[in-house]
């Protein structure tokens, strides 16, 4: 079982910066792909960013290709989402999710493919 928590989320002017981190419980931490939703007031959840459990592969939903970064520590159990220039429609809860995989560069965009997520963090952007 994987226990994922989220920090860094917080209130910055359009954009700045924030970076999130999401720290996960278990020792099998780099057997799992992450990924990183977002979900904003009235919308429904909807995808950020994945990463392999390698590293080796990221992906990101279009609107934040160029600004946002995922990575990951797997020394640390982390995985962390560095957002640039951020923008008043990035305001939303963010949320990490686990899923367990052992290929190296598959990774996942759709919800129903994680198996573990975290509480979530609240962004917000003013403009």
């Known amino acids: 079982q994987v226990q994922l928590v989220e920090s860094g989320g917080g209130l910055v002017q359009a954009g700045g910066s924030l970076r999130l981190s999401c720290a996960a419980s278990g020792r099998t931490f780099s057997s799992y792909a992450m990924g990183w939703f977002r979900q904003a007031p009235g919308k429904e959840r909807e995808f950020v960013a994945t990463?392999?459990?390698?590293?080796?592969?990221?992906y990101y939903t279009d609107s934040v290709k160029g600004r946002f970064t995922i990575s990951r520590d797997n020394a640390k159990n982390t995985v962390y989402l560095q957002m640039n220039s951020l923008k008043p429609e990035d305001t939303a809860v963010y949320y990490c999710?686990?899923?367990?995989?052992?290929?190296?560069?598959?990774?996942?965009?759709?919800?129903?493919?994680?198996?573990?997520w975290g509480q979530g963090t609240q962004v917000t952007v003013s403009s």
């Open positions: 990463i392999t459990w390698s590293g080796d592969n990221t």
């Open positions: 999710a686990a899923r367990r995989n052992s290929f190296r560069y598959t990774y996942f965009t759709r919800m129903d493919e994680y198996e573990h």
